[in-house]
């Protein structure tokens, strides 16, 4: 190699065998801990829109205290592609050595990382947030997510049951097949407020821009986590969702307040938002997880850079002693 | 290849080839006209310290019509990293095809293509503010930039007499050895006021964090170009030069009034800024350049995103091409 500082191309397929589920999910509760201990530095994420090609790209980078890399994340969205074939997401993750600033590797994720550490965040979520005894698991979307989110959770909780419901008939059997095969009994569901009726946690995993769940559906007890509102004009709690929660736990304040559901929630002017509390506060400590069964919890998550460098980190290191 | 994204690999060699200073100047001068015209689109940079370690990284993105690629440019400054024997300045940029946002290429550039598109700006400035005849450069500072921007501003002007200032003798006289054996006939000065007595053109290419060049040295007919000013608390240009100058040909208006030579004069309160135009309003045609000879010119630059898209396709392009 001519150039010293060449960093090292990892694939998708080396960081689907590297990255599992428990993996994923200690690094990104250490990355939520760091934050709350205030070891992070998250700067504002580059939103660039290409109106011409319908597209769209976004940039995040973080630094934590410890980890020894810095992740660049360059995700692109480019909704007219799949009339070519193409798929409509795409990107890649540069990282960095944390210490010198030097290219380390380059991963080739396809999305791979984003979508395991988002589920990883959502089984962070419920960690703190869900009853520690949970029957019966609602998923509303039929896709990646609804798959990552499933995974991640049976990190931190027992269960079996799950119960799904996707406007797309045939993504939502393929789901249920999907799942069955990975040793679950699954349901598929006629209505969200069906899935509200009997899930203990309910995980909403959709692009909607209009609420599913609504506020007189959440009964006692429930914990709803919400990956959806990543940019804005997303949305897929009823405002009124936020006022009846006894815990909000955001990903980070200022991009929930933003573009996710707690933004909607401030526009309707819902003003009883108490405990609003970041999930890395609750994680470190500083403030309180749910406390009684009887509670409604709802995570809201936006997906913040520091959770991207948390994971490429830990992709780099894992994939060096694999090699 | 497994990946069928997986985006080339260009290394610095390859780029030094292929990107001359001629090309350069043609794709950054075009670059600057479809700013001028409304074609582009820069978000904010992302800038993250590393305090812990010394270090900081900056991220620059643009898109420009008509331009088939976006890049995204990291560069990082770790200044503890010479203990190490380590470059201070690294990164890389990633092309993405700005129809579909998948990836094209990775430029393993090594901050080639940002010294040279930032001596390219220079020529494209000198271009639209510089006397058409000019007998003599001068040169501030002894690094790559006081390398780039003589080479670049040949491509515009006919000149052969480079005189050169530096606070470090013995990286001035291997400048001055350098240039001489690249055909130019090269003196050291003994100072920036023997330069401004003598030069037509002053370049200023210093990481200084205060004013070298006084206003009461500027001759009328004279231009200057500072290239030094791109983060707070850099400076190379006296406030009262802004003042003195018939012209001040900026960039980026917003950048240049953060951090450049055009914010010092607005911290001092001087009023006459008289017309400060960006070089792409100058180079559309929508702003006047020089018009008389006896005008007194001074270009801020601070280094645009939309230049590194510019360079960055350039190169993908021309390797292509070559291949």
Same mark, same amino acid.
Request: proline share 4%.
């Given at each position: 190699?001519?150039?010293?500082?060449? +960093?090292?191309?990892?694939?998708?397929?080396?960081?689907?065998?590297?990255?599992? +589920?428990?993996?994923?999910?200690?690094?990104?509760?250490?990355?939520?801990?760091?934050?709350?201990?205030?070891?992070?530095?998250? +700067?504002?994420?580059?939103?660039?829109?290409?109106?011409?090609?319908?597209?769209?790209?976004?940039?995040?980078?973080?630094?934590?205290?410890?980890?020894?890399?810095?992740?660049?994340?360059?995700?692109?969205?480019?909704?007219?592609?799949?009339?070519?074939?193409?798929?409509?997401?795409?990107?890649?993750?540069?990282?960095?050595?944390?210490?010198? @600033?030097?290219?380390?590797?380059?991963?080739?994720?396809?999305?791979?990382?984003?979508?395991?550490?988002?589920?990883?965040?959502?089984?962070?979520?419920?960690?703190?947030?869900?009853?520690?005894?949970?029957?019966?698991?609602?998923?509303?979307?039929?896709?990646?997510?609804?798959?990552?989110?499933?995974?991640?959770?049976?990190?931190?909780?027992?269960?079996?049951?799950?119960?799904?419901?996707?406007?797309?008939?045939?993504?939502?059997?393929?789901?249920?097949?999907?799942?069955?095969?990975?040793?679950?009994?699954?349901?598929?569901?006629?209505?969200?407020?069906?899935?509200?009726?009997?899930?203990?946690?309910?995980?909403?995993?959709?692009?909607?821009?209009?609420?599913?769940?609504?506020?007189?559906?959440?009964?006692? @007890?429930?914990?709803?986590?919400?990956?959806?509102?990543?940019?804005?004009?997303?949305?897929?709690?009823?405002?009124?969702?936020?006022?009846?929660?006894?815990?909000?736990?955001?990903?980070?304040?200022?991009?929930?307040?933003?573009?996710?559901?707690?933004?909607?929630?401030?526009?309707?002017?819902?003003?009883?938002?108490?405990?609003?509390?970041?999930?890395?506060?609750?994680?470190?400590?500083?403030?309180?997880?749910?406390?009684?069964?009887?509670?409604?919890?709802?995570?809201?998550?936006?997906?913040?850079?520091?959770?991207?460098?948390?994971?490429?980190?830990?992709?780099?290191?894992?994939?060096?002693?694999?090699?």
């Amino acid at each position: 190699v001519s150039n010293p500082t060449a +960093p090292r191309i990892i694939g998708e397929q080396t960081l689907r065998r590297i990255i599992t +589920p428990a993996i994923a999910f200690d690094v990104i509760r250490e990355a939520f801990r760091a934050d709350g201990q205030g070891r992070t530095r998250v +700067p504002p994420v580059i939103n660039l829109d290409v109106p011409a090609h319908h597209g769209e790209f976004h940039i995040k980078t973080a630094y934590i205290e410890g980890v020894p890399h810095i992740a660049v994340k360059i995700a692109s969205g480019f909704y007219d592609n799949a009339t070519r074939g193409l798929p409509s997401g795409s990107g890649l993750i540069a990282v960095f050595d944390a210490e010198t @600033g030097l290219p380390s590797a380059l991963l080739l994720d396809n999305g791979f990382l984003t979508d395991v550490r988002t589920g990883a965040a959502g089984a962070v979520a419920a960690d703190v947030l869900a009853r520690r005894n949970i029957a019966v698991v609602g998923v509303v979307g039929s896709g990646i997510q609804a798959r990552h989110q499933v995974r991640c959770l049976r990190v931190v909780r027992e269960f079996r049951r799950v119960v799904a419901w996707s406007p797309t008939r045939e993504r939502l059997r393929r789901y249920c097949d999907e799942l069955r095969a990975e040793g679950y009994e699954v349901r598929p569901a006629e209505s969200v407020e069906e899935i509200c009726a009997i899930a203990d946690v309910v995980i909403t995993t959709t692009p909607s821009r209009q609420a599913l769940v609504r506020a007189e559906w959440l009964r006692p @007890g429930m914990h709803v986590t919400a990956v959806g509102s990543d940019s804005p004009g997303k949305q897929e709690l009823e405002a009124a969702c936020l006022e009846r929660a006894d815990i909000i736990g955001v990903d980070r304040h200022s991009q929930c307040a933003a573009f996710g559901e707690l933004s909607h929630a401030m526009t309707a002017g819902i003003e009883r938002l108490t405990r609003v509390a970041e999930l890395g506060n609750i994680v470190a400590q500083k403030a309180a997880g749910r406390t009684m069964d009887q509670q409604i919890t709802i995570a809201d998550l936006t997906g913040v850079g520091f959770q991207d460098t948390a994971i490429a980190s830990a992709a780099v290191r894992a994939s060096n002693q694999s090699n």
